[in-house]
């Protein structure tokens, strides 16, 4: 653990690259990658799917090392776990042996925490994320949309000050996941704690982030970085609607399949050419679901 | 780019009368009712194929159709149960004893050989092979040698019993363990979880399904098992009861000793698929709600 402050202020991956043996052979996952993230920042990755999203986010939680560069958080090279993160999965990944509210202080349990404490905080919790009612309920009565609220609730309640969030509302139907973007906007608000945020979504990384990392297809690298201007508090029907949402996406969607080398049509077949798959981004979420560790 | 648009416009309809009174009426919450009938229903015919069985097997044997020593009527059965409960009773403690010593013995031999194999990726390797091993010696082939080496009492019979109640809980418990849930023990270890908690709040509650299916496995083996060791040499025990009954034409004997074993192993079933009520109740719940 790194013990230069109580207080992230930074998270920088420099150079970091990262390869993995299967079988006496190595894989590369990672070719290359800086990327700076500061305090407060709202951060969004996109590439293509099993480009190594996941094992970016590995590696900035110290779970993994790298086989290449550093991983430096608040200016000092990263030993063990990083202490300042917290995760969430795209599958909510709920115990199924505990109600909601046990669901909840998970997180507080691990850290520690003592039990009254904990709990008052859930409640709290429980009632701002529009729960209240559910604490005894268990996850498999929730539907997706309640159910990604108990895990983004019991990663908040962590009070680590980065959040990692994989791909979190990607197993939800459209206007769930509309919701839910709307719901992590203005949660983000109030106390602006610095997120990063796995989507395959280019519409969410642009509605979401103030920053969307492009990766290429692995071994990945950087292939774009777009600085998204959208005021905050953002609201999700207003920048959904905006002509220079529409513009960035045609932008982004035309270099992740131009530059990522992807035989997919973003939009089906708009013009009958090429193997246009529309089913891919359903698909893609589930390889995703499927490697994600 | 631009697809051809037609005049393209949206129309909203507005909802029928007294939908608001419709959606208060909710629709029961949990089949319980419904579920007694169809629980009768379920249960009934099973019960009318063995009154049926029960009724043609007491016709066939006792219009002579073949003599009692053969096959005897199903009221002999039950009246020599009954007359001799005493000498039942007493055979019935000895298989017991066997059962009861032998399933925790295998338990918990089943829980730390699977634990370890589970949690350890080189003992899945290393050890495995071996547990695996063990299991395709021939129970029945098996009980002769124990016989021979512990003599008539009750540890060869313990022995078996053990040998074949660990397997499954092995099987099972390692099954379990590898199953457990990653993204949960990710968002633990990046708070700093340790070794214990991880294993203690995840690992082992989500491996309790998987042993309790091991358990009602080994469960029916018992008493098959101990019934064989008994065949292979024993004063006592329902198998040995068998066996002279056997050796001395009292067939109903035979059929009364094979009830109570059969009872045997379905009470140890019951109980255990009880127990798995009570302790891991989310997991059935989970598999009839879950839609996932």
Not at chain 1, 214 to 224: E, I, K
Not at chain 2, 154 to 168: D, E, T
Request: glycine share 10%.
């Amino acid at each position: 653990m790194s013990r230069s402050s109580d207080r992230f202020e930074t998270l920088a991956l420099k150079g970091v690259g990262h390869q993995f043996r299967a079988g006496g052979e190595l894989v590369p996952t990672i070719a290359g990658v800086d990327l700076e993230v500061g305090r407060s920042e709202f951060v969004t990755v996109v590439g293509p799917s099993g480009c190594g999203k996941s094992t970016l986010f590995n590696l900035a939680a110290g779970l993994l090392r790298p086989t290449a560069g550093q991983v430096k958080v608040n200016g000092e090279p990263l030993e063990g776990t990083n202490p300042y993160v917290a995760y969430m999965f795209q599958q909510a990944a709920l115990l199924e042996w505990r109600d909601v509210l046990g669901n909840v202080v998970l997180g507080q349990e691990f850290l520690g925490m003592p039990k009254g404490e904990a709990r008052a905080a859930a409640m709290e919790g429980l009632a701002e994320f529009g729960l209240s009612g559910f604490e005894r309920r268990r996850a498999w009565e929730l539907s997706g949309g309640m159910r990604q609220r108990v895990a983004l609730l019991r990663t908040y309640l962590t009070q680590r000050e980065l959040l990692l969030l994989d791909e979190p509302f990607g197993a939800l139907d459209a206007l769930t996941r509309l919701q839910m973007q709307q719901f992590l906007l203005d949660r983000w608000q109030r106390d602006q704690r610095t997120v990063i945020f796995i989507t395959h979504d280019v519409d969410e990384a642009l509605l979401l982030g103030d920053r969307v990392i492009v990766l290429a297809p692995r071994p990945t690298y950087v292939l774009a970085t777009v600085e998204v201007g959208f005021e905050r508090p953002r609201n999700a029907e207003e920048v959904l609607r905006a002509p220079e949402f529409t513009e960035l996406k045609t932008q982004m969607l035309e270099m992740l399949v131009v530059d990522s080398e992807s035989e997919v049509e973003p939009d089906g077949s708009a013009n009958g050419s090429g193997p246009g798959r529309p089913a891919e981004a359903e698909r893609s979420a589930r390889q995703d679901a499927g490697s994600g560790e | 780019m631009t697809p051809p648009v037609k005049a393209s416009r949206i129309e909203r309809h507005p909802a029928p009368e007294g939908r608001d009174r419709m959606v208060a009426e909710q629709v029961p919450r949990d089949g319980r009712t419904r579920g007694v009938r169809r629980g009768l229903a379920v249960a009934g015919i099973p019960l009318l194929v063995l009154v049926v069985f029960f009724a043609v097997w007491e016709f066939a044997s006792k219009s002579g159709w073949q003599p009692d020593y053969i096959l005897p009527a199903p009221s002999d059965v039950a009246n020599d149960l009954w007359k001799d409960r005493g000498g039942y009773w007493d055979n019935a403690q000895t298989t017991l004893t066997e059962i009861l010593i032998g399933f925790p013995i295998g338990l918990v031999l089943g829980l730390v050989i699977g634990g370890l194999i589970g949690m350890v990726a080189s003992l899945r390797r290393t050890a495995y092979p071996f547990v695996v091993a063990s299991q395709s010696l021939p129970t029945l082939a098996l009980a002769p040698l124990l016989v021979l080496w512990f003599g008539f009492g009750v540890v060869p019979k313990v022995i078996l019993v053990v040998q074949v109640v660990f397997f499954p809980i092995t099987v099972a418990t390692v099954a379990g363990l590898v199953s457990v849930p990653q993204q949960a023990l990710v968002f633990g270890r990046t708070l700093g979880a340790g070794w214990w908690q991880l294993f203690v709040k995840i690992r082992v509650p989500a491996s309790l399904p998987h042993v309790f299916s091991g358990l009602k496995i080994a469960a029916s083996y018992a008493a098959v098992a101990a019934v064989i060791a008994e065949f292979a040499g024993a004063e006592s025990g329902l198998g040995a009861l068998m066996l002279r009954a056997n050796d001395n034409l009292q067939t109903e004997a035979v059929f009364g000793a094979l009830i109570l074993i059969t009872a045997i192993g379905v009470g140890f079933f019951a109980l255990m698929s009880l127990l798995e009520r009570l302790i891991v109740p989310w997991h059935e719940q989970y598999r009839k709600d879950g839609d996932r």
